[in-house]
C-alpha cells in the first residue's frame, strides 16, 4: 500500500527521467490521486492536484474539455499569474471549443496531408546536409549537432524565416520552456523571450500579408474561414506555438530515439536490419518518451474519475508518460519494441488537442534516422544525458553519442 505519494509537481523530481516506478504503482493502487505542492528550494509550490495515470483516464478527460478545461487554468503544471493566463489564453493550446474549434479551422489548413507531403524534398535535404556535416563520425554532442539542426531548418522553411537566423528560434525556444531551471534561464531572460519573439512574429506576418509567399506562415497568415482571419494577437501566439511545437517537442523525440536505442542494441540491429520498421519504430519511441511529461487541466464542473470526487476549481495534471506505460493497453509496457503492432499512445495528445503538426515530426524523425543509420553502424551514447529541470517538458540539454561507420 502506497503511503506517501511522490512531490509530482517539483521539476526536481524529473531530474534522473520521469519515476516510472512509482507511477506504476499508483495506477495500481491509487489511478487518480491527490499531490500535494509543497515549496521547495525555488519551487513555489502550489495548491496541489489531482495526476491521473491511467490511459483511458487520461483520455476521457482530455477529450471532455466542458468538464476539464484549458482555458480557466491554462495547460502548463505550474501555476501563473493572472496576467500570464491572461496572455496565455491567446494560444489555442490554452482555449477550449468552440473559439478554440474555429482557430483550429483556421491553422488546419497549413496542415493538410498534401502540405506536409510537399515538405519530403526539403526535409530529405536538411537531413542529407546534417549526417554529410558528421563527416566519419566521431564523439560528438547530439543535441547541438543532430537534434536541434532538423527541426529548426524545418521551421525556418514553414515560418518563412532565413535559415541562417533559425538560432533565434532555439535561443527564444529554450528560454521560454526552461522556466523551472535556473541553470537554463532566469526571469528576466523569460520574459523577454516573449517580448523578442512576438516583435519578430509581427513583423513576418506584416510582411507576408503584404507580399505572400509559398511557405506555410505566408498560408496561415492570410488564411479566411467563414470571412475571418487570425488577429495579429492570435498569430503571434500562434508562432510561439510553432517555434516551441516544432522545435521543442521533435528535438526532444530524436533525443529520446538515440538513447532507447542505444540502450537497447538488439532493437537498433533490428530497426538497420529492416528499414521498413522506421515507422513502427518512430511510434514507440514516441510511446516510450513522450516529449511533453503532462498537461494541466482545470475542473469547471463537479465530477467523478475512477471512484474520486473531483470539485469544480481543482486542478488536474493528465500524465502522458503513465498513460503511455499503462499495462492493460500495452502489453509489456516497459519494454522498448519496435515490431509493437498496437501502439495508442498519447504523446501527440488527441480530441480537442490532437497536434496538427504531429505529420511533420513523425516525418521528420522518419527521413533523419533512416540516413543516418545508412551512414553509421554504430550509434551509441556514451555518458549520463544532462535533462532540463521541467515537470512539463521530457527535455535532454546534452547528450555525447559517438558515431561509427
Given at each position: 500500500?502506497?503511503?506517501?505519494?511522490?512531490?509530482?509537481?517539483?521539476?526536481?523530481?524529473?531530474l534522473?527521467?520521469?519515476?516510472?516506478?512509482?507511477?506504476?504503482?499508483?495506477?495500481?493502487?491509487?489511478p487518480?490521486?491527490?499531490?500535494?505542492e509543497?515549496?521547495?528550494?525555488?519551487?513555489?509550490?502550489?495548491?496541489?492536484?489531482?495526476?491521473?495515470?491511467?490511459?483511458?483516464d487520461?483520455m476521457?478527460?482530455?477529450?471532455?474539455?466542458?468538464?476539464?478545461?484549458?482555458?480557466?487554468?491554462?495547460?502548463?503544471?505550474?501555476?501563473?499569474s493572472?496576467?500570464?493566463?491572461?496572455?496565455q489564453?491567446?494560444?489555442?493550446l490554452?482555449?477550449?471549443?468552440?473559439?478554440?474549434?474555429?482557430?483550429?479551422?483556421?491553422?488546419?489548413?497549413?496542415?493538410?496531408p498534401?502540405?506536409?507531403?510537399?515538405?519530403?524534398e526539403?526535409?530529405?535535404?536538411?537531413?542529407?546536409?546534417?549526417?554529410?556535416?558528421?563527416?566519419d563520425?566521431?564523439?560528438?554532442?547530439?543535441?547541438?549537432?543532430?537534434?536541434?539542426?532538423?527541426?529548426?531548418?524545418?521551421?525556418?522553411?514553414?515560418?518563412?524565416?532565413?535559415s541562417?537566423?533559425?538560432?533565434?528560434?532555439?535561443?527564444?525556444?529554450?528560454?521560454?520552456?526552461?522556466?523551472?531551471?535556473?541553470?537554463a534561464?532566469d526571469?528576466?531572460?523569460?520574459?523577454?523571450?516573449?517580448?523578442?519573439?512576438?516583435?519578430y512574429?509581427?513583423?513576418?506576418?506584416?510582411a507576408?500579408?503584404?507580399?505572400?509567399?509559398?511557405?506555410v506562415?505566408?498560408?496561415?497568415?492570410?488564411?479566411?474561414?467563414?470571412?475571418?482571419?487570425?488577429?495579429?494577437?492570435?498569430?503571434d501566439?500562434?508562432?510561439?506555438?510553432?517555434?516551441?511545437?516544432?522545435?521543442?517537442t521533435?528535438?526532444n523525440?530524436?533525443?529520446?530515439?538515440?538513447?532507447l536505442?542505444?540502450?537497447?542494441?538488439?532493437?537498433?540491429?533490428?530497426?538497420?536490419?529492416?528499414?521498413?520498421?522506421?515507422?513502427?519504430?518512430?511510434?514507440?519511441?514516441?510511446r516510450?518518451?513522450?516529449?511533453?511529461?503532462?498537461?494541466?487541466r482545470?475542473?469547471?464542473?463537479?465530477?467523478?474519475?475512477?471512484?474520486?470526487?473531483?470539485?469544480?476549481?481543482?486542478?488536474?495534471?493528465?500524465?502522458?508518460?503513465?498513460?503511455?506505460?499503462?499495462?492493460?493497453?500495452?502489453?509489456?509496457?516497459?519494454?522498448?519494441?519496435?515490431?509493437?503492432k498496437?501502439?495508442?499512445?498519447?504523446?501527440f495528445?488527441?480530441?480537442?488537442?490532437?497536434?496538427?503538426?504531429?505529420?511533420v515530426?513523425?516525418?521528420e524523425?522518419?527521413?533523419?534516422?533512416?540516413?543516418?543509420?545508412?551512414?553509421?553502424?554504430?550509434?551509441?551514447?556514451?555518458?549520463?544525458p544532462?535533462?532540463?529541470?521541467?515537470?512539463f517538458?521530457?527535455?535532454?540539454?546534452?547528450?555525447p553519442?559517438?558515431?561509427?561507420?
Amino acid at each position: 500500500m502506497i503511503t506517501t505519494v511522490p512531490d509530482f509537481g517539483n521539476p526536481d523530481t524529473y531530474l534522473d527521467g520521469f519515476p516510472y516506478d512509482e507511477v506504476a504503482a499508483l495506477r495500481r493502487e491509487s489511478p487518480v490521486v491527490w499531490v500535494p505542492e509543497p515549496a521547495s528550494g525555488d519551487f513555489p509550490g502550489g495548491p496541489g492536484f489531482w495526476l491521473f495515470t491511467k490511459h483511458a483516464d487520461v483520455m476521457a478527460a482530455g477529450k471532455r474539455p466542458e468538464v476539464f478545461s484549458s482555458y480557466e487554468g491554462g495547460t502548463w503544471v505550474r501555476e501563473v499569474s493572472r496576467a500570464e493566463l491572461q496572455i496565455q489564453r491567446q494560444a489555442m493550446l490554452n482555449i477550449d471549443p468552440p473559439m478554440h474549434t474555429q482557430m483550429r479551422k483556421l491553422i488546419s489548413k497549413a496542415f493538410t496531408p498534401r502540405v506536409v507531403n510537399g515538405m519530403m524534398e526539403s526535409i530529405s535535404a536538411h537531413a542529407d546536409a546534417i549526417v554529410d556535416r558528421l563527416g566519419d563520425g566521431g564523439d560528438i554532442d547530439w543535441v547541438q549537432q543532430v537534434s536541434s539542426e532538423l527541426p529548426l531548418l524545418v521551421l525556418a522553411d514553414i515560418l518563412g524565416v532565413p535559415s541562417d537566423e533559425r538560432h533565434l528560434l532555439f535561443d527564444w525556444t529554450n528560454r521560454m520552456v526552461g522556466f523551472d531551471d535556473p541553470e537554463a534561464v532566469d526571469k528576466k531572460s523569460y520574459v523577454s523571450a516573449f517580448l523578442e519573439l512576438f516583435a519578430y512574429a509581427r513583423a513576418q506576418t506584416a510582411a507576408k500579408r503584404a507580399e505572400p509567399t509559398d511557405d506555410v506562415w505566408s498560408l496561415v497568415v492570410n488564411a479566411e474561414v467563414d470571412g475571418r482571419r487570425l488577429t495579429d494577437d492570435e498569430l503571434d501566439r500562434f508562432f510561439q506555438l510553432l517555434v516551441i511545437a516544432g522545435n521543442e517537442t521533435t528535438r526532444n523525440m530524436l533525443n529520446g530515439a538515440i538513447l532507447l536505442l542505444s540502450q537497447n542494441p538488439d532493437q537498433f540491429q533490428l530497426l538497420r536490419d529492416d528499414p521498413s520498421l522506421m515507422p513502427q519504430a518512430v511510434e514507440e519511441i514516441l510511446r516510450m518518451f513522450p516529449p511533453i511529461l503532462q498537461f494541466r487541466r482545470t475542473c469547471v464542473q463537479d465530477t467523478e474519475v475512477s471512484g474520486q470526487q473531483i470539485k469544480a476549481g481543482d486542478k488536474v495534471v493528465l500524465s502522458y508518460a503513465a498513460a503511455n506505460r499503462d499495462d492493460t493497453v500495452f502489453e509489456n509496457p516497459d519494454t522498448f519494441d519496435i515490431t509493437r503492432k498496437t501502439n495508442p499512445h498519447v504523446s501527440f495528445g488527441f480530441g480537442t488537442h490532437f497536434c496538427l503538426g504531429s505529420g511533420v515530426a513523425r516525418l521528420e524523425g522518419r527521413v533523419l534516422l533512416t540516413k543516418l543509420f545508412e551512414r553509421f553502424s554504430t550509434v551509441e551514447v556514451t555518458g549520463t544525458p544532462v535533462r532540463l529541470r521541467s515537470n512539463f517538458v521530457n527535455g535532454i540539454t546534452e547528450l555525447p553519442v559517438r558515431l561509427e561507420r
